[in-house]
Nanobody
Framework: QEQLDESGGGLVQAGDSLRLSCNDP????????MGWFRQAPGKEREGVSC????????YYADSVKGRFTISRDNAKNTVYLQMNSLKPEDTAVYYC?????????????????????WGQGTQVTVSV
């Protein structure tokens, strides 16, 4: 299965910021809904944020509202996740995902509905 190319993870302190990037080199990027998921050790995968192909519709998990911002640049085939005011509970492996354009944005994030492609994951660790 083709994968998306992620970057930007790392080790930061609580209150710091990070920006994750996900590039989709081989597909018609503008045809896909893009999203970010995360999975912490011993926990289920969680949909963090998803964005429609035109960027007109977004979804955020309650745990990140007001702190994280998803954006996309269709000309660069790239989706971003700006993470501010990071907390230790944000520590997880973050995965980029792509779903076909007819998938409802919220359903993509809450149920991983319609996800066809995943990134390899990038580790985000937030220390106290």
């Amino acid at each position: 299965q083709e994968q998306l190319d992620e970057s930007g993870g790392g080790l930061v302190q609580a209150g710091d910021s990070l920006r994750l990037s996900c590039n989709d080199p081989g597909r018609a990027f503008s045809n896909y809904i893009m999203g970010w998921f995360r999975q912490a050790p011993g926990k289920e995968r969680e949909g963090v944020s998803c964005m429609s192909s035109s960027a007109s519709s977004t979804y955020y998990a309650d745990s990140v509202k007001g702190r994280f911002t998803i954006s996309r640049d269709n000309a660069k085939n790239t989706v971003y996740l700006q993470m501010n005011s990071l907390k230790p509970e944000d520590t997880a492996v973050y995965y980029c995902a792509a779903a076909l354009v007819l998938t409802p944005v919220q359903a993509m994030c809450t149920k991983a509905l319609g996800v066809h492609y995943w990134g390899q994951g990038t580790q985000v660790t937030v220390s106290v």
